[in-house]
């Protein structure tokens, strides 16, 4: 059974560049999350859909980030333009019915803005 | 707002031996569930352990298990006969199901090292 499935797994862009990182949640999970992980910051919720919905986006950093789920098996998050502090490893979770609140992590991706 | 304190930044112990992991909240909240989660090098995030608020029976999951202390809001995680493959961070997480709402607040982690 496949987990989470994020791409790429690493990226390494130039500062002012789009950035798209791409999520394929586990079938039949709900729930889709996105996070952030630093030194500085730890583990942080940007994002997270409920049945493809968008239901909390208060961790979304500012306007250059963006996110959606056009269906139930796909997700994107961008980031346009990239900046150095953006440089991160971004992870993917899924979940499933409503009342479990175990989240399932993809392997991330390693975000490199120079 | 919840927060989550890990205290002990780093910890190790010999392989075979037992080690128990620190983790404190914050909450006037009374539903609740907390987790302990597990980054290897591989850096893969892995749920180890749930433990429900509303439950007073300690969580187990083979050599994992927690010692919740609702009262003190504390949630340590031990791990009996430690092994190699242990060696990772460890995060404490909380979730208020507040409307709903499946958001996750972890703390900074413990770096557990597991020495032959």
């Known amino acids: 059974d496949a987990g989470v499935i994020q791409s790429p797994r690493h990226e390494v862009t130039e500062m002012g560049q789009e950035v798209t990182l791409r999520c394929k949640p586990i079938?039949?999970?709900?729930?889709l999350f996105w996070y952030r992980q630093t030194m500085m910051r730890g583990l942080e919720l940007l994002i997270y859909?409920?049945?493809?919905?968008?239901?909390?986006d208060s961790g979304m950093p500012e306007d250059r980030f963006s996110a959606k789920m056009p269906n139930a098996s796909f997700s994107t998050l961008k980031i346009q333009p990239s900046e150095p502090r953006d440089s991160a490893v971004y992870f993917c979770?899924?979940?499933?019915?409503?009342?479990?609140?175990?989240?399932?992590f993809g392997p991330g991706t390693r975000l490199t803005v120079t | 707002a919840q927060t989550v304190t890990q205290s002990q930044p780093e910890m190790s112990v010999q392989e075979a031996e037992t080690v128990t992991l620190s983790c404190t909240y914050d909450?006037?909240?009374?539903?609740?569930?907390l987790f302990w989660y597990k980054q290897p090098p591989s850096r893969q995030m892995i749920l180890v352990i749930r433990?429900?608020?509303?439950?007073?029976q300690n969580a187990t999951e083979n050599r994992f298990s927690v010692n919740f202390q609702k009262a003190a809001k504390s949630f340590s995680l031990k791990i009996s006969d430690s092994q190699l493959g242990d060696t990772a961070m460890y995060f404490c997480?909380?979730?208020?199901?507040?409307?709903?709402?499946?958001?996750?607040?972890f703390g900074k982690g413990t770096k557990l090292t597991v020495n032959p």
């Open positions: 979770a899924s979940s499933p019915l409503r009342g479990t609140y175990e989240q399932y």
């Open positions: 079938s039949g999970h709900n729930s």
């Open positions: 859909f409920n049945n493809n919905v968008p239901i909390d």
């Open positions: 909450t006037s909240e009374n539903n609740y569930y």
């Open positions: 433990q429900e608020a509303y439950k007073q």
């Open positions: 997480a909380f979730l208020w199901p507040q409307g709903g709402s499946e958001k996750l607040v």
